[in-house]
């Protein structure tokens, strides 16, 4: 078995702030996601990557950069917070190309002050 | 661009009772269909998904679902639920070929004793 750990849990920021959000994994998975969940709603994906350095845009990119820098881990920063983007930020991983089944960690609460 | 539907956001029934949460999606090319489940606090967990044969596919803990590709539907069904399966569930749909997994709003499932 594995894991997906997301740090930190909960995270505030002032608005205007830069911030950054963490994710490993230790399935030895290729392809990794972000995504935001608003309350209530759906996921939204943000970014994903298919192996170490690779990095391709999801629907909602705008005002988010993001990191592969190893397989395991993959970090996402919001480059000016909002106050319209408090919501729950969802990292996943799959294992195979084609694959349907992603794992997800527990989630990083984004608070915007 | 396709879309997933779940048109119940909140479902409630008795423990012991069937369920039956909806999801349909447009697009009319080869897609693989899944559902998920998210307990309160938690990341995703995959239940199931679908991509070609027997219509009627089998998940964990006692949960399946039914595509109908006349209907649009990928609906997930439990003969007798538990208060543990209180849980937001979402539909999800993948265009074959493709890398990225497209989520409905998700309907919250509540299971009164």
């Known amino acids: 078995g594995g894991i997906i750990t997301q740090t930190p849990k909960f995270l505030i920021g002032q608005e205007g702030q830069k911030l950054t959000l963490k994710c490993q994994q230790n399935?030895?998975?290729?392809?990794m996601y972000w995504y935001r969940q608003d309350s209530g709603k759906g996921l939204r994906l943000i970014y994903y990557?298919?192996?170490?350095?690779?990095?391709q845009k999801g629907d909602l990119s705008e005002g988010y950069d993001a990191s592969r820098e190893k397989k395991s881990s993959f970090s996402l920063t919001v480059t000016s917070a909002q106050k319209n983007e408090m919501a729950v930020f969802l990292c996943?991983?799959?294992?195979?190309?084609?694959?349907?089944?992603?794992?997800f960690g527990p989630g990083t609460r984004l608070t915007v002050l | 661009t396709q879309t997933v539907s779940q048109s119940d956001a909140h479902v409630t029934v008795f423990e012991g009772d069937s369920v039956e949460l909806r999801c349909n999606y447009s697009?009319?090319?080869?897609?693989?269909l899944s559902w998920y489940i998210q307990h309160h606090g938690h990341g995703l967990q995959f239940l199931l998904k679908?991509?070609?044969?027997?219509?009627v596919v089998q998940g964990v803990n006692g949960f399946e679902a039914e595509f109908s590709k006349s209907d649009s539907s990928f609906h997930l069904r439990k003969a007798s639920v538990h208060w543990s399966d209180s849980a937001v569930y979402f539909c999800a749909v993948r265009m074959s070929n493709y890398n990225v997994l497209y989520f409905g709003s998700g309907t919250k499932l509540t299971v009164e004793p």
């Open positions: 679908y991509y070609s044969g027997n219509p």
């Open positions: 399935f030895n998975h290729d392809t």
């Open positions: 697009y009319g090319g080869s897609i693989y």
């Open positions: 990557s298919i192996t170490e350095n690779d990095l």
């Open positions: 996943a991983s799959r294992r195979d190309w084609g694959e349907d089944e992603q794992y």
